[in-house]
């Protein structure tokens, strides 16, 4: 029943169905084999909405709706102004501040795509105007955003903490190290390439031209405040942070900023609506996906050919990275982390890992194949928003890809990178 299941999504998504067609069909599928008819379809119903029903989801659309209100207004440029402020001058500062933008945009909208957008529109015009190389600009930011993932709010460690059962403030907190590691080998890159390339620098920024960014940024740098600060001091659980956030966002774009008006918070609002349509459909369509091949034990099946349980905690990492990473080169993560997390369960559960560790580096892999060909979903993103070739886009990616890919490496072996501030927070 495996091979049928799988074929039958592999052919579908071909065929050009979106994600959620596949899912729900080899649902289905699965479900008259194991009970030969659709007698019992009512159990299905109950297992989407089940996927759909865990309260921190609801972190997920307001998340995203607070991301929206801050690219739409002035919020993430000022947060990217006081970067350039800082770092522009220096060689290669001008790509240093794009990643580090990224970061910083990232502790707001927890999306890669989100991420490109809002960094990658107004920063890839200056750094072509600088001299830096297109392949190079639109690699960059389509791997910077990766770390978007990673620094909380991430909905990719929303979705894996639902899916799991593993808690989300945790693993808010343990994406932080790994976040801020990449953040510091990507600016050692960026001014390497720099110099290499003769590269030449912004002109420096004075300090009251540095105070005046500092100053119109301190309101948009409450954001992580919020998400961080609040989570970490156990005032607000990750639900009641990303509500918080969205009426952050909201009195700093109306009556702060001035930078939009209830009109335009309502086409904002619709946009989140669609958004979170497509994302809650993939949710449980994944829900009854992963209780159709758990019922019919098919992840202790392929986990049990593999041999996977025999390979310790190390390989087993290794083997979860791979899959998650390979996965995402072609699916969507969402849809990866809802149909692999259950397979992997009971292997991490019997090996004795800890979830927020194996949650982390899932959270990295599928950061890292979102942004790899040949069907990274950020790429499309890139390509849709800077209107480049595919080729132009991925012909930058392998030094990024290789540099991501280390610091998953050394988080297997050095696990107290993410987890150390975990253990400082909650333990």
Not at 22 to 48: K, Y
Not at 250 to 279: C, H, K, N
Request: charged residues 10%; glycine residues 10%; aromatic residues 10%.
């Amino acid at each position: 029943m495996a091979l049928t299941i799988f074929s039958i999504m592999i052919v579908l998504l071909l065929f050009g169905f979106p994600m959620m067609i596949p899912l729900i069909v080899a649902a289905f599928v699965g479900f008259f084999s194991l009970f030969g008819g659709f007698g019992q379809l009512e159990t299905m119903v109950q297992q989407m909405l089940a996927g759909i029903r865990p309260a921190s989801l609801i972190a997920v659309p307001m998340f995203i709706f607070a991301a929206d209100i801050m690219t739409r207004g002035q919020s993430a440029g000022r947060l990217i102004d006081m970067v350039m402020a800082f770092v522009g001058h220096v060689k290669g500062g001008l790509a240093v501040s794009t990643a580090a933008a990224c970061t910083m945009f990232g502790a707001v909208s927890g999306s890669t795509q989100a991420t490109v957008v809002a960094v990658g529109t107004p920063l890839r015009p200056r750094m072509l105007k600088a001299g830096y190389k297109d392949n190079f600009i639109l690699a960059l930011i389509v791997n910077s955003s990766d770390i978007a993932f990673l620094i909380p709010p991430s909905i990719g460690m929303i979705i894996y903490g639902v899916v799991s059962g593993t808690s989300i403030a945790e693993l808010f907190i343990a994406g932080i190290g790994p976040g801020l590691l990449i953040l510091a080998i990507f600016s050692c890159y960026a001014v390497l390439y720099a110099v290499r390339n003769n590269v030449p620098t912004e002109p420096k920024a004075s300090w009251s031209e540095r105070l005046t960014a500092v100053r119109q940024a301190l309101w948009p740098l409450g954001f992580p405040a919020i998400i961080v600060g609040g989570i970490y001091g156990g005032v607000f659980s990750p639900t009641e942070a990303a509500a918080a956030c969205v009426l952050y966002a909201l009195v700093l774009e109306l009556v702060v900023f001035r930078s939009m008006g209830p009109r335009d918070i309502y086409s904002i609002a619709q946009s989140t609506g669609l958004i979170t349509a497509v994302v809650f459909i993939l949710v449980g369509a994944g829900a009854a996906f992963s209780w159709v091949i758990s019922f019919a034990q098919i992840p202790q099946q392929m986990l049990a050919a593999v041999g996977v349980a025999e390979m310790g905690q190390i390989g087993v990492l290794f083997v979860i990275s791979i899959a998650f990473f390979v996965g995402c080169m072609f699916v969507d993560p969402i849809v990866v982390i809802l149909v692999l997390v259950p397979i992997f369960a009971p292997v991490v559960q019997s090996t004795g890992l800890d979830p927020v560790l194996v949650g982390t580096i899932i959270t990295l892999q599928v950061a890292i194949g979102s942004a790899t060909p040949p069907f990274g979903c950020d790429i499309f993103t890139a390509i849709a928003v800077f209107k480049r070739p595919y080729i132009e886009v991925v012909r930058g990616t392998p030094p990024f890809i290789i540099m991501l890919l280390s610091v998953a490496v050394a988080l297997i072996f050095f696990p107290q990178i993410a987890l150390f501030l975990r253990d400082l927070a909650f333990r």
